[in-house]
């Protein structure tokens, strides 16, 4: 190859290597069964409705920075839109055990914040209605608020959130084994 072709061919891959761009991350908040179903589930629980604040129901992971801002995060993604990732993951964590007892629950998520090195916030009010033993409804709305303390990664945040869905999915599946409207005791 002569040289006058090697010097614009050489720029050309230099020129491409500097275009390309971080992969994407993918996270998801289903946490890893350790040996087969997740603790806890104890009943048959459709979700009726599960909303999300519509600034971090994306696809890209938001992140608090600083009081009043938020930054998106544009290599690090959730398998789903948040919503969808939620709802996934409380699903896998509720209906894993299954019993006689049916259940509708809706869930509001007023905060889910995220701050690396800090902790992951989850803040929701849900409305569970079950079918007693004695056809009799039992109806709860309760409010929980659930912070973790999480590592500087994204995966540490990532991790500090799926505990938060768990602890979540383990008060709600503990207000369905029981008989009366109170709220239970978060976990």
Known sequence: MPFS?????????????????????YHTLMAPHAGG????????????????????????????????????LE???WGASLADEFQSALEDQLNAGGSQRKSFLRVD????????????LLEATWRLRSMGASKNVIEMTCHNTLQTPAGASIEDLVM????????????????????????????
């Not at 072709?5 to 991350?25: M, Q, R």
């Not at 459709?46 to 909303?51: F, Y």
């Not at 500090?160 to 976990?187: F, M």
Request: include cysteine; glycine fraction near 6%; charge should be positive.
């Open 109 to 120: 998520v007023q905060r889910f914040d995220s701050l690396p090195g800090q902790y992951a």
């Open 160 to 187: 500090a959130h799926q505990n938060n869905v768990k602890r979540l999915a383990a008060t709600i599946s503990q207000a369905t084994r029981g008989t009366s409207s109170d709220c239970p005791k978060v976990q």
């Open 75 to 77: 290599f690090e993604w």
């Open 5 to 25: 072709l090697k010097i614009p061919l050489v720029s050309l891959f230099v020129f491409l290597g500097a275009c390309a761009s971080d992969p994407v991350h």
């Open 37 to 72: 179903a997740p603790q806890g589930a104890s009943a048959d629980i459709q979700l009726e409705r599960i909303t999300v604040p519509p600034q971090v129901d994306r696809t890209e992971i938001v992140i608090r920075q600083g009081s009043s801002g938020l930054a998106v």
